[in-house]
């Protein structure tokens, strides 16, 4: 008999009505209820009503498509745009199109009579023909047609009541394309759905009852409901359509028992994989007969599928294993689940082993923010819940208590339709310190009961951010209410500059003894500082999968621990973590690890399983135990110990430094080439990333030309900032920062800290300049400042201001409003002189304003500010300029003075007594657009990736434009194949070489370089990523080794997560080539004791001698430092070269690569630089040659020659 469900039946008939279709009651067999979908691209939503005998995953989009948010709606964007040409083929091939499938269980029969739905269009070139089309095997055969028409209602445009006439907004019959200018359109209707509980225009029912293969339906056959559509000449990608809103679509029909199983019961086993007994499919058994059913694994190269178990109904019960017998006396269903497995790989060779720690990660706790909202009960729309009071959890494992999330005291509540716990209220907030002095947290607890201990390992959050909210999140964790606890990981999620953003972050616990074995409370708080706005902006877990599904999730399971010495092949769960740490046996170090990861840390953490994993951990012995392997002092050396802080072959590095570098030694590798930028006496110190500035030579014209900085670039009083991330009391209109130019430490004298320092500026802003002195560090110096606007505590005041900073915390120490800036020179000052005389903790400070009236035009002493002040917090320190907020204006700038916009430093200048000891007018320096000799665009013909390649007033290369493009990676899956801005150089013929660069990065991307450059589809490239969000279309945060060969990338390494830069620090990369082998070391400028090496072999490399060049991938403040390249000169082309120097007594011996055999000679100096060259051996042909060291030399070089 008919087993239909009638949920919606009264809905549905009533919906036929106005549409001129008839839809019997009690036939409703499948339908959807959008109301409550949040609005974010939720992955698909389940349906409300369902028939005894149908199974459904819910709505879909097609692979064509891109999920968009919609409130109450079901959405999609990415349609064909017009320029290229959307057509009804177009959409079908490329598959672009929503839709839904439903299946039909074993034992029943299905019949379908119509089908309808309601639909949602954004904009008025949004897609507007449609096909309807349906399959029975997912369209791996072409589907069938059903019914195509034209829809134009819309949702921009002024919002009226939406249309339930369809004869207002639509037709049935469309066009193969939007050329087809004999086809007649429907009306365009405006202002439908546009609010969140606007029902979208419904479509007429289409009938479906005369289609044969959708009567009768078998068993089994799963049928898939698409449809399809295409846009106009005008259409974009950011263009949507949409199932609803409020409306889903609705399904009618009978489903009844299948009448011609006879006296037979139906088992239908359902499986991923074949490999079992009965077989997946519809089975047919006497009743009462006794079942045995089993699973066996599937092995497919370095991937597992293991049965763990099995969901049944009818007359299977759920359980756990590989095999079950059971009594078929109903129609029954057995399921069988599967793990996925992933084959870990590890050696260890040359001395040590690995310890290998694999954590299984199951879901313990989660919270389905779908629906959540700030309102109080009676403003609740459909599917809104409350959450004033927090959101309590939806998921919880069989031991763990219902909990519920909620905000901190020092947060404000925001309603946020999409659903979450938002809150506002972030700022003033510039640390972790200061978040938790504030009460600015979000708060959860994990309660085990009995059933315990658990193992909690991890918890993955998605949030959702806007501009202003904060910039950093922290997880810690606490068994006693916070009176003490653990930061499991800080870390900054945006940038500042990104809108409203989705993201989301796994946090991987510690190794803490209390949460592997977890039998009591504990207590999470999420903490959020680093807002610069006024409260308004927001951070929230969000609503990431839709209704019925966790977002933020805590994840446990059990761990075991192996340790691996030589190699051993372990199966590991596809959602496992691992933890690996190489352990040298004694008189042994670890030298690297071989594989995904190249670098020498012996710790790995939080390694995923989700793709099959190879590492290699290399060991060796360490006489010296100098972290040097002898195996490669040995090569070099042979029996002789040569200690690692000489420089054994006069080229300026020691042994030691040689190794890190990947060079030889024994063969001095002299400075060929430079990075051709011109010198500059100053230096970008700035450490905050939130203030790189962009100091620029610019020439006004009219003798108007020096360092200009315009890049707004300001941090507020309110939020200081400090590099090691430590708390900084805000003192109001004094605790700001901007960007600021130092002079260099090797131009500086001490003496000069008693000098008299000075500089000329003209402004085209009226926010703050100032003068630096007795500049000690980020956290230690004295500033002057002068400020044309003002205002809010924020900001510097109006007038001039004396500041100092002693260990990172502010003061002020003079102020006076008689002096200001002024761009156009009315009320005060365009062109103004700081100086200040310094006589130990004396200072005479001067700020004297230009006078264009007076005859001749000069800095006049009647418009001047002076303050004398004791301090003697710095005894010494250099001095610099900068600059607070300076960009644009909207003033007319007088005829004298051309300077439109920023502050434009025309001189700096340095007394001492009656002399002048330093000046600088940067007139020896480039233009901001003109790049350094040698160097060159390679993508200047590409608009998307030329970037934006500027030189700076610090001798450095910046590259601003934030361009490049998205990878084909995702979270499971990362990829670094996206190309980004590139500048090369030329490198001389090299038989090998080594790079060292320079890096500064301040926004979030990617900064890097290329080697092995032979054209724009042709070389190598390492970046060192920090990224934000989700993994998908990103190149992850951590090192990327790739190769581009023939246009397309390899990658070598993808997020490899021992070395990170951290935005406003700069960093320090050293890299050698030698044949196929690469070594790179990198350390933080201000960390350089902590060295990250990693060494590679790459067949796959080009020939020697090709260019290098600076790289960017999507970040927009990339500063390249230098890049400075040593080497040996390129061997003959028959490939003669010294390979190897050993000193045997009184002898040297040198190890020698002669491929064609022909006779050399051999020539020896004791002076490499200027020579001169003494043949000492001649017509050799042997692979080593011996001969004696001059006596009394103190180095001796030797070469080969024919």
């Known amino acids: 008999m008919p087993t239909a469900l009638t949920k919606a039946a009264a809905l549905i008939a009533c919906m036929a009505a106005f549409s001129g279709g008839t839809i019997q009651a009690a036939d409703t067999i499948i339908n959807w209820d959008l109301a409550g979908v949040p609005n974010s691209p939720v992955p698909t939503v389940l349906p409300a009503t369902l028939a005894e005998g149908l199974e459904s995953d819910g709505l879909l989009r097609g692979p064509g498509v891109g999920a968009a948010n919609l409130t109450n709606g079901y959405s999609a964007n990415t349609f064909t745009p017009g320029s290229d040409n959307p057509s009804r083929a177009t959409a079908i091939a490329k598959g672009e199109y929503i839709g839904f499938a439903f299946r039909v269980r074993g034992g029943f029969v299905a019949s379908l009579d119509a089908v309808q739905f309601s639909l949602r269009r954004s904009a008025v070139n949004a897609p507007l023909f449609y096909e309807l089309q349906y399959s029975l095997d997912n369209f791996a055969t072409p589907g069938v047609k059903v019914a195509d028409f034209t829809y134009r209602g819309r949702s921009s445009g002024t919002n009226t009541e939406t249309s339930t006439e369809p004869s207002e907004y639509m037709r049935f019959g469309a066009p193969d394309s939007y050329t087809d200018e004999s086809f007649e359109l429907p009306p365009d209707l405006a202002g439908q759905s546009g609010g969140v509980n606007d029902a979208g225009n419904p479509i007429p029912v289409i009938d479906l009852s005369s289609i044969a293969e959708l009567q009768h339906i078998p068993g089994g056959t799963t049928v898939t409901f698409a449809l399809f559509a295409w846009g106009n000449a005008s259409t974009t990608t950011g263009n949507t359509v949409a199932f609803g809103r409020i409306n889903g679509p609705v399904v009618t029909g009978s489903v009844i028992d299948d009448p011609d199983l006879g006296d037979d019961i139906i088992l239908e086993v359902r499986s991923e994989f074949p490999s079992t007994d009965p077989a997946p499919g519809i089975n047919t058994f006497p009743m009462g007969t006794l079942v045995e059913a089993s699973a066996s694994p599937v092995v497919e190269g370095s991937m597992r599928r293991l049965p763990v178990g099995w969901t049944g109904s009818g007359s299977v019960q759920d359980g756990a294993g590989d095999s079950l017998s059971f009594l078929l006396n109903e129609a029954s269903l057995l399921e069988w689940q599967w793990a996925a497995e992933n084959l870990l790989t590890v050696g260890a060779t040359g001395g040590g082993g690995v310890r290998v720690r694999t954590t299984e990660r199951f879901p313990l706790l989660g919270f389905d923010f779908n629906g959540w909202v700030f309102l109080p009960e009676e403003e609740l729309g459909p599917g809104q819940q409350s959450n004033i009071n927090g959101v309590p959890s939806s998921l919880m494992a069989e031991g763990i208590d219902p909990t519920t999330i909620v905000r901190g005291p020092g947060l404000t509540p925001r309603h946020l339709g999409a659903g979450g716990i938002s809150s506002e209220n972030w700022n003033g907030t510039p640390s972790l310190d200061d978040a938790i002095a504030g009460g600015k947290y979000l708060e959860f607890s994990l309660v085990p009961t009995e059933e315990g201990p658990f193992e909690i390992n991890s918890m993955y959050l998605p949030y959702r951010y806007t501009q202003t909210g904060p910039h950093s999140l922290a997880l810690l964790y606490s068994f006693d209410d916070f009176a003490t606890w653990t930061v499991v990981e800080a870390l900054r999620i945006q940038d500042q500059a990104s809108g409203t953003q989705l993201g989301n972050h796994l946090f991987t616990m510690p190794p803490d003894p209390a949460l592997r074995e977890l039998s009591q409370p504990v207590t999470f708080r999420i903490y959020g500082w680093g807002g610069t706005g006024t409260g308004v902006g927001t951070f929230t877990p969000t609503n990431e999968n839709g209704p019925g599904?966790?977002?933020?999730?805590?994840?446990?399971?059990?761990?075991?621990?192996?340790?691996?010495?030589?190699?051993?092949?372990?199966?590991?769960?596809?959602?496992?973590?691992?933890?690996?740490?190489?352990?040298p046996a004694p008189g042994h170090i670890f030298v690297g690890w071989s594989g995904p990861v190249f670098s020498n840390q012996p710790k790995l953490a939080g390694l995923s399983m989700a793709s099959p994993l190879t590492l290699g951990a290399v060991f060796d012995t360490s006489s010296e135990d100098d972290g040097i392997p002898d195996s490669w002092r040995q090569l070099f050396f042979g029996p002789e110990i040569v200690a690692a802080d000489v420089d054994h072959d006069g080229d300026g590095f020691t042994v030691r430094e040689e190794y890190l570098r990947g060079s030889n030694p024994t063969v001095p590798e002299p400075l060929l080439a430079t990075d051709g930028l011109t010198f500059s006496s100053w230096e970008n110190v700035q450490r905050d990333p939130q203030v790189p500035g962009r100091f620029l030579i610019r020439d006004f014209g009219g003798g108007f030309r020096g360092a200009w900085e315009n890049s707004n670039d300001n941090r507020s009083a309110l939020t200081p900032f400090r590099p090691d991330g430590g708390p900084v009391a805000a003192v109001d209109h004094t605790s700001y920062d901007g960007p600021r130019m130092i002079i260099?430490?090797?131009?500086?004298?001490?003496?000069?800290?008693?000098?008299?320092?000075?500089?000329?500026?003209?402004?085209?802003?009226?926010?703050?300049?100032?003068?630096y002195f007795r500049y000690v560090d980020e956290l230690n110096w004295y500033r002057v400042t002068i400020c044309g606007e003002d205002g809010a505590p924020s900001r510097p005041r109006l007038g001039v201001s004396v500041e100092k900073r002693v260990e990172g915390e502010y003061a002020q120490l003079a102020f006076d409003n008689f002096m200001a800036t002024d761009p156009a020179d009315l009320g005060f000052f365009k062109r103004v002189r700081i100086s200040v005389e310094q006589d130990g903790g004396s200072f005479l400070v001067r700020v004297t304003g230009w006078d264009e009236f007076i005859t001749p035009p000069d800095f006049n002493p009647d418009f001047e500010t002076v303050f004398f002040i004791t301090d003697d917090s710095h005894p010494e320190g250099r001095a610099g300029i900068g600059a607070w907020a300076m960009g644009g204006h909207t003033f007319e700038e007088p005829e004298w003075n051309p300077v439109d916009s920023g502050v434009l430093f025309e001189s700096f200048e340095i007394t001492?007594?009656?002399a002048v000891v330093f000046t600088e007018d940067w007139s020896g320096l480039l233009l901001a657009n003109v790049l350094p000799a040698g160097w060159t665009n390679a993508f200047a013909d590409e608009a998307s990736l030329e970037g934006v390649w500027l030189t700076t007033a610090h001798g450095t290369v910046l590259q601003a434009s934030g361009a490049g493009g998205g990878t084909s990676g995702t979270s499971g899956n990362p990829r670094a194949d996206a190309d980004g801005p590139l500048l090369v150089r030329s490198l001389p013929a090299l038989a090998s070489y080594i790079l060292e660069l320079g890096f500064h990065p301040f926004d979030a991307g990617a900064i890097g370089f290329v080697f092995d450059y032979q054209d724009e589809d042709n070389y190598g490239r390492v970046l060192f990523a920090r990224t934000f969000g989700p993994a998908g279309g990103s190149i992850p945060t951590g090192v990327a080794i790739s190769r581009k060969t023939d246009g397309q990338w390899t990658d070598l390494v993808v997020g490899d997560p021992t070395f990170a830069p951290t935005l406003g620090q700069p960093f320090q990369v050293s890299f050698s080539r030698s044949g196929a082998r690469y070594v790179m070391n990198a350390r933080a400028v201000d960390d350089p004791d902590t060295v990250h090496r990693w060494e590679w072999e790459d067949p796959s490399a080009a020939s020697a001698g090709h260019r290098f060049g600076f790289t960017s991938w999507q970040a927009g403040n990339a500063h390249f430092l230098y890049a400075d390249v040593y080497g040996i000169e390129a061997a003959p082309e028959d490939g003669l070269e010294v390979v190897a120097i050993q000193k045997v007594g009184d002898m040297i011996l040198l190890t020698v690569r002669n491929p064609s055999g022909e006779p050399y000679n051999v020539q020896r100096t004791l002076d490499v630089s200027a020579g001169p060259w003494a043949t000492v051996d001649t017509n050799q042909t042997g692979m080593t040659w011996t001969g004696a060291i001059p006596a009394g030399a103190g180095r001796v070089f030797w070469r080969l020659t024919r």
């Open 549 to 583: 599904i966790a977002d933020l999730v805590v994840f446990g399971g059990a761990s075991q621990t192996v340790t691996v010495t030589g190699t051993s092949e372990l199966w590991r769960n596809a959602e496992a973590l691992l933890e690996v740490e190489a352990f």
């Open 744 to 771: 260099r430490p090797e131009v500086w004298e001490e003496s000069w800290s008693n000098g008299t320092v000075s500089t000329v500026f003209s402004v085209g802003d009226d926010d703050g300049v100032s003068l």
């Open 912 to 914: 001492a007594g009656p």
